[in-house]
């Protein structure tokens, strides 16, 4: 105990809760004076420690937007999908599907794929959510997004995918939308979130990754067959809906 009855050591000196030690201890100025001192450098404003200010920023902010959202489904797919495509036509075919099923729809935000589901909800009088996220080819916000918000990190808007869906789809995509899937089964199998469909539209697409998990995957043990489980394959939208209507309404029983 020191004389002033701190507790500090003599060597020592506490910046809020952090403690500093011989050399380390030696700071020309306080925090405070720092922070009210508008002069000197602003490198500060790239740290680490401000960052993680910004993501909890970011957290709250998704939070916020989306805890009053209805019952909804996340559909992933292709930014690269033509508006002339017959998987963008499958994907405002879903929208409206979803929308008239009573879901509001989550994507991504962005164009192709993404653009379509955010469509066909949208014209179907549903609510059409967008989480897009900052990318160095900007593409913002596609214009049939309701309900929007633009990220700076991929782990808190794949927080906001997982927390307030009830089902995922997947139309065709690509390395973002495999990225999606597999986190989402990964949870679903460990059981991070409760279990929910994961519904893989277009078999023309698909079908060889579900081969594949079904084959060399699943006869090598890397999984289970109820793991194998967690996944729908179909290439029929009513069907897709189906399945997610089907599991919502088994959560609410058990609920």
């Known amino acids: ?37 508008s002069r000197g450098p602003t490198d500060w404003v790239h740290t680490d ?43 405002r075919a879903l929208g409206t599907a979803l929308a008239e099923a009573g879901y509001a729809v989550i994507t991504g935000g962005g164009p192709g794929a993404m653009e379509a589901v955010n469509k066909g909800a949208q014209e179907a009088g549903g609510l059409s959510v967008g989480l897009g996220i900052e990318l160095p080819f900007e593409q913002g916000l596609n214009d049939w997004v309701d309900l929007g918000i633009n990220f ?8 906001m995918f997982v927390k307030y869906s009830q089902a995922f789809v997947c139309l065709p995509g690509g390395f973002g939308t495999l990225d999606e899937l597999f986190e989402a089964l990964t ?24 081969d594949w998990i079904a084959g060399p995957v699943l006869e090598s043990g890397k999984i289970g067959e109820k793991d194998l489980a967690l996944l729908h394959l179909t290439d029929d939208v009513d069907d897709a809906v189906k399945v997610v209507h089907e599991a919502y309404r088994a959560w609410e029983e058990a609920h």
């Open 187 to 210: 949870l679903v199998q460990t059981k991070k979130v409760t279990k929910f469909p994961v519904v893989l539209l277009g078999s023309y697409y698909w079908q060889g990754l579900y």
């Open 49 to 91: 420690p401000w960052r993680v200010m910004r993501i909890q920023a970011e957290f709250v902010e998704g939070f916020g937007m989306l805890a009053e959202l209805p019952r909804a489904v996340t559909v992933f797919g292709s930014a690269r999908t033509p508006r002339d495509h017959h998987e963008y036509a499958v994907g």
């Open 152 to 159: 700076r990190y991929f782990f808190v808007r794949k927080t």
């Open 1 to 37: 105990m020191s004389a002033n009855g701190s507790g500090s050591r003599p060597d020592e000196r506490l910046r809020g809760p952090v403690v500093l030690r011989r050399e380390q201890k030696i700071e020309p100025t306080t925090t405070d004076q720092r922070l009210l001192d």
